[in-house]
Every structure is written in C-alpha cells, then in structure tokens.
C-alpha cells in the first residue's frame, strides 16, 4: 500500500491521559500536514511540516497539542491532558513539493473519544 | 477572511439524473480550488482541482467542476449520477495567506452530503 497510513484508527482515552498518534505520508512526500474534523464539519488546519521542519505551528488549538516529524519521514500528534473536546477525527495528509497546489493525499484519519 | 461556503448541508439526486453541488469561495489572490470526497470510515479523496485556464475541470469517476470567477464559485457536477456517488462532498480553498500561500495548507467548507437513489 503506498497512501498515507495513520495509526491508531480508534483511540479511546479518559479526560487527562496523554495520547499519541503516527502518521506515515506517501515516502516521496516532504509536505505533511495535519488537520482536525469534528462532527458536521469540515477539516481543520492544526500544522505543517516540510521534510523535518516545522512550518506553521500557531494554528495549533493550545499548547496542549504538539507534533514531530524527526527525520523527515513519519510524524507524530501529541496531545496532553485530553479534553473531551479534543473529541474528533484527526487526519494527516501529504504531498509533494514544487507547487503550493499539488494535492493532498489523505490518510484513513485517527478518531479520538475523551471520556 | 478566506473562507468556503457550501450552501447546502444535503444533496437529493435520483440515479440517472445529473447533480450539482454548490461552492462558493472567499479568498484573497488567485483562488486554487479542490474538491473532495469522503466515504464511511475513509479519509478524504482528491477528485479535482482549478489552478488556472479552462473554467470547467474533469476529475475522476466522471466528475467535473465549473469555475466561476465572477460568481466566485466552484461548483462540482455530473452528467449521470450514481447511487455509488452517494457520499460527503468537501470543497476547499489553498490558504493563500500563509507564506504567501506556498505552504499549501486548504481551508475547507462545512460538506455537503450527497445521496443518490435508485
């Protein structure tokens, strides 16, 4: 399979725990980008990285939430002490360099339940 | 602000007969437009993209997409529909704010579902 693969696709937590998740984009694909999805609307931007750096972190919902990509390849969502507003589906997507427009691969998305 | 609109939250289109579904767009600079698709329990898929010259794009499984600069739309069609087409349609906008717009990321409307009967 060589689409964008995202792990866990189901994560259960209690209000407070930390949870991680891992996002693999397409291997020739130095654009990663990670957005939310709640219920009802469409994703939203949360950050971007090319190759290893980080570009755009602001949009970033609190400092609660972080996000790593060490060597340019996977990356990963952090979030600490979970809300039951973090409630949601969280997609990575990917693509390629050159132009601001190529598309974006999506991948299956990770769906977060805070009890 | 830039922003996309898609004016209806559901779609109703019997098999055979063609359908539309609307998008309108706000953005600052030349608007790079996408649409989406997204079924039960799967990520997003790319159907089609406006960057520039002719205004009516072709996508895959037979959709296409009208861009309109003076309406500021982007509505996204078919000829024939399927009850296979039945799913979540996004349209979506490149940031153009963000570093000039070259990291890319899209801003995207609210969805609209689109059910298709037999």
């Known amino acids: 399979d060589t689409g964008v693969s995202q792990d866990p696709r189901h994560k259960i937590t209690k209000r407070g725990q930390n949870v991680t998740f891992r996002c693999d984009p397409i291997?020739?694909?130095?654009?990663l980008y990670w957005y939310r999805q709640t219920l009802g609307q469409g994703p939203e931007f949360l950050t971007y990285?090319?190759?290893?750096?980080?570009?755009?972190k602001s949009r970033l919902l609190s400092d609660r939430f972080s996000a790593e990509r060490p060597k340019g390849s996977f990356s990963t969502l952090e979030i600490q002490r979970t809300e039951q507003g973090d409630s949601a589906m969280y997609l990575c997507?990917?693509?390629?360099?050159?132009?601001?427009?190529?598309?974006?691969?999506f991948g299956p998305g990770t769906r977060l339940t805070v009890l | 602000a830039q922003s996309v609109a898609q004016p209806e939250d559901q779609v109703n289109v019997a098999e055979g007969n063609p359908l539309t579904v609307k998008c309108t767009y706000s953005?600052?600079?030349?608007?790079?437009l996408f649409w989406y698709v997204q079924y039960p329990n799967r990520g997003l898929q790319f159907l089609l993209k406006?960057?520039?010259?002719?205004?009516l794009v072709k996508g895959s499984y037979g959709f296409e997409a009208e861009f309109n600069k003076s309406q500021t739309s982007f509505h996204l069609k078919k000829p024939s529909a399927l009850v296979s087409d039945s799913a979540l349609y996004f349209c979506?906008?490149?940031?153009?704010?963000?570093?000039?717009?070259?990291?890319?990321?899209?801003?995207f409307g609210k969805g609209t579902k689109l059910s298709v009967k037999p």
């Open positions: 990285f090319q190759n290893e750096a980080q570009l755009e």
């Open positions: 953005v600052s600079g030349n608007p790079y």
């Open positions: 291997s020739e694909h130095n654009r």
């Open positions: 406006y960057i520039t010259g002719d205004n």
């Open positions: 979506a906008v490149r940031d153009s704010l963000n570093y000039g717009g070259s990291q890319g990321n899209l801003i």
């Open positions: 997507a990917s693509s390629s360099s050159g132009r601001p427009y190529n598309e974006q691969f």
